[in-house]
Structure formats: structure tokens, C-alpha cells
């Protein structure tokens, strides 16, 4: 990550200058994270930094997927208090799985009566992130139970066929998600790299086969999401077997999310630039860009300069306007914001509340582009 220079105040790492460069500014926001770790291994979910107002609101997909990115920041930086930290949230996360109402041989990890799909994939990944960078398999038990109940929920053909379940009597919600699909997909290909087990990547690439020729078959770029998980799975399943299917679909989501970013604004919106929405907020912008690293280290593989180029160029594009939404200490100073939320990714440019996903998202984003970053400079 390079020197960067750091002032302490009341016990908080404080960067003295400002603006930050991307490489500081996922420092500040693993800071952030770990401080809000509650010794229970709760997170501080929601705050305003301007109002002080708590949430009272809690969200155990955000919670497993904001371990996963303090898994990644750790990585990096090798910090035994973020390490600590992260633990004691994985710790809580495993305590929340439970035998499953409909197959009480795997688990299922439940939050108020209720059991995802994306929940499952989000806590394998996690879990699978801490084993992979640690070399620890205390979690692993846990993220193969939980893979298990995916398995037995999928299809012949390959698609997930229970997305939201009530543990109290195993009764189906009709609620279907666009993206539990993608965090499965990834979910899997991930534990299967740290288990060995070729069940589990073999049924990623048959639920990727469903999504892509039946889920969104015949479908425009417009027409499809701006799914990131299912562009880091994509990433993962072309490294495991180059199918040119997993091309085409990747150039059809990354032209969705270029064509749909602002650029070239001036006056009052000039700071849009980068974003997506309107207005713009942060975390679309940084799980379209954790989609676009993904995507650009797909199409390196597959040799595409030319489509590697066009999701760059959008993530170099995207990442300022991410930065615009941290909380630093010159901005904090301004709003009289709390120091805590310091190094935390507000909802907006104007908006002040800063809830965990925020932070995870724009943290695994940055953290993906400067790793791409780097290898470009290191080829």
C-alpha cells in the first residue's frame, strides 16, 4: 500500500491530509469497521455522523458480507486488531446457523424467522475468505453445512429453487432475489478452492449455466442487472474452465453498467461524474465497481483487451466519485460530525448516514482496484 502518513487522536488513526488516495482511504475505512464491532461481534449497523441518530434495523447478509471485505483488508494490511475484530463477527455469524426446517442434516443461517439463499452464500464466503488468508479452518465445518443446504435446493438444470424460507415450519416465501443467485454462484466457487471439493464449483457452474441460457435468455444488456456477485463468480468459474459463454454474458453486464454511468457533467452535477442513479449514491457505484474489477481480470484472461479496456475505464471513472463519499477528518471537522464515523462511506454526496454495506462495498471495490492497479504496474 505504500507509506502513509498517520496522526493519532483520542486513540483514533487520523490521516493529516486531504483528499485521500484510494491506498489511505481503505485504511480509514477498515479503522471504521473495527471500531464498530461491538464486543458481542454485532456491528454498529446504521449511523448518521451528522445527527447521531442509531438504527435500530439489522441486517445478517450485510453482516457476513462486511466480515468478508474486513477479510480482504486484512489480507493487505495483516493487522492483528482487524484480524480480532473480524473474528469476533464471524463468531457471531456462525452462532446464527441452525439445523434446516427442511433438511436438519445441513444448516441454514437464520435472522428473525427467516433463512436465504443469499444469507447461506454470503456466510460460506466469509468463512471461506477467513480460512484462504489465514490458513485457520475453525469456521470451515460451519461454511460446508451451509453449502450443503444450497445444494439441495438446486435443480437438475441448475437453478436455486428456494430463495427465502421461514425456519419455524420450512413454509417458501415468494420473494425471489436477483442477486442470491450470484452470491451462491460465488459462494461456491470460493469454498470449493479452499476444500478441494469439485461438488461444489461443478454446481456453480450449472447454476451459471441456468442463469445465463434460461434466467436471462434472450435478454438485451439493458434488460439484465448490474449484478456484481454474479460477475465475481463469473470471474471465478472462467478460471476454472474458459467457456467463452462466461465471455459473452460478462460483456453483456459490463456494457449494461458503463452505459448507464454519468460522465462528462458540468455545473451543479459535475460531481455526479463517475456515479450511477439520480442522484448518485455510494454503494451502487461501488458494487458496480467491485462487478468492473472482476470483470476486467476476466477479460485479461480471455485475452480481450479491448472489453478490459471499456470496464477500466468506467472503474477509473467510478472510484473518485466513491472517495467523494467518505467520511475523512477534514469533512468530519466541517459537518461537526462524531469522530467515529471517520473512514466510514456516507449513503450520498449530500446524504450522511453510513451503514456497514456502505462501507464494505466501497471498501472491496478499492481494495479490487488497487490490486489491479498494482499488477498492471508489476507485468
Not at 171 to 200: C, H, K, N, Q
Request: hydrophobic letters at 40%; charged letters at 25%.
Amino acid at each position: 500500500m505504500g507509506a502513509i502518513a498517520v496522526a493519532t487522536i483520542v486513540g483514533i488513526r487520523l490521516f493529516i491530509f486531504f483528499p485521500l488516495e484510494p491506498a489511505d482511504a481503505v485504511i480509514l475505512a477498515g479503522d471504521y469497521l473495527e471500531r464498530v464491532v461491538l464486543p458481542n461481534g454485532l456491528f454498529l449497523y446504521e449511523v448518521d455522523a451528522v445527527t447521531n441518530d442509531v438504527s435500530d434495523n439489522y441486517n445478517i447478509l450485510r453482516h457476513a458480507g462486511t466480515s468478508y471485505s474486513m477479510m480482504e483488508l486484512f489480507e493487505v494490511t495483516q493487522r492483528p486488531t482487524l484480524l480480532e475484530a473480524t473474528q469476533r463477527a464471524l463468531s457471531y455469524l456462525e452462532q446464527q446457523a441452525i439445523p434446516c426446517p427442511d433438511f436438519p442434516d445441513v444448516l441454514c443461517l437464520e435472522e428473525a424467522n427467516e433463512i436465504k439463499l443469499g444469507g447461506n452464500g454470503l456466510a460460506i464466503l466469509a468463512f471461506a475468505k477467513h480460512a484462504i488468508v489465514t490458513g485457520d479452518q475453525r469456521y470451515l465445518d460451519t461454511a460446508v453445512g451451509l453449502a450443503a443446504w444450497i445444494l439441495k435446493t438446486q435443480s437438475f438444470a441448475g437453478e436455486f429453487t428456494k430463495h427465502k424460507m421461514f425456519a419455524n415450519n420450512a413454509e417458501l416465501d415468494d420473494f425471489i432475489s436477483d442477486y442470491y443467485p450470484g452470491e451462491a454462484l460465488f459462494a461456491l466457487a470460493r469454498l470449493s478452492a479452499v476444500t478441494g471439493d469439485r461438488r461444489f464449483i461443478d454446481a456453480a457452474h450449472r447454476g451459471a449455466d441456468w442463469l445465463i441460457n434460461v434466467r436471462d435468455a434472450g435478454k438485451e444488456s439493458a434488460d439484465l442487472n448490474s449484478d456484481h456477485w454474479f460477475l465475481y463468480a463469473l470471474n471465478e468459474l472462467h478460471a476454472d474452465q474458459a467457456l467463452e459463454q462466461y465471455v459473452v454474458h460478462t460483456r453483456k453486464i459490463t456494457d449494461r453498467i458503463v452505459n448507464e454511468q454519468h460522465w462528462g457533467l458540468r455545473g451543479s452535477k459535475k460531481d455526479w461524474n463517475g456515479g450511477y442513479g439520480d442522484p448518485p449514491r455510494s454503494t451502487p457505484a461501488a458494487t458496480r465497481s467491485e462487478g468492473l474489477a472482476a470483470a476486467v481480470r476476466l477479460f485479461r484472461r480471455a485475452n480481450d483487451p479491448v472489453y478490459e479496456a471499456r470496464a477500466m475505464t468506467a472503474l477509473d471513472r467510478s472510484i473518485p466519485f466513491q472517495l467523494r463519499t467518505q467520511m475523512t477528518p477534514a469533512k468530519a471537522r466541517r459537518l461537526a460530525a462524531d469522530s467515529i464515523s471517520i473512514g466510514g462511506f456516507h449513503e450520498s454526496l449530500d446524504e450522511y448516514s453510513i451503514r456497514i454495506d456502505y462501507v464494505q462495498h466501497n471498501l472491496s471495490a478499492i481494495l479490487a482496484y488497487l490490486k489491479l492497479k498494482q499488477d498492471t504496474s508489476e507485468q
